[in-house]
Nanobody, 119 residues
């Protein structure tokens, strides 16, 4: 069973920056994509960004394009999310996720880490 452990997050002011990381361990790692989702109180879970594990190509949700950057460390099976120009609307619990191979759904999830942006 692949485990995902997030770190980072915390409190930032609007316009500031924060970084998240997510390390994958255990099981047989055959993911083709890892990514970030977020969920704010009273709202549905929202796709933030993902990265193709083989190519490193990133994909972003519309609300974070131009402000957030996802990257990966292939050797360490870790992904990062650099969040710039934060807005109060970015406040949420951020979850790391991974699929389990080509054509599969997001299967593995981290426990989440809180990001709070004060305006």
């Amino acid at each position: 069973q692949v485990q995902l452990v997030e770190s980072g997050g915390g409190l930032a002011q609007a316009g500031g920056s924060l970084g998240l990381s997510c390390a994958a361990s255990g099981g047989t790692f055959s993911s083709t994509a890892l990514g970030w989702f977020r969920q704010a109180p009273g709202k549905e879970r929202e796709f933030v960004a993902s990265v193709n594990w083989r190519t490193g190509n990133p994909y972003y949700g519309d609300s974070v394009k131009g402000r957030f950057t996802i990257s990966r460390d292939y050797a360490k099976k870790t992904i990062f999310l650099h969040m710039n120009n934060l807005e109060a609307e970015d406040t949420a619990v951020y979850y790391c996720a991974a699929d389990r191979g080509p054509g599969t759904e997001w299967t593995y999830w981290g426990r989440g880490t809180q990001v709070t942006v004060s305006s």
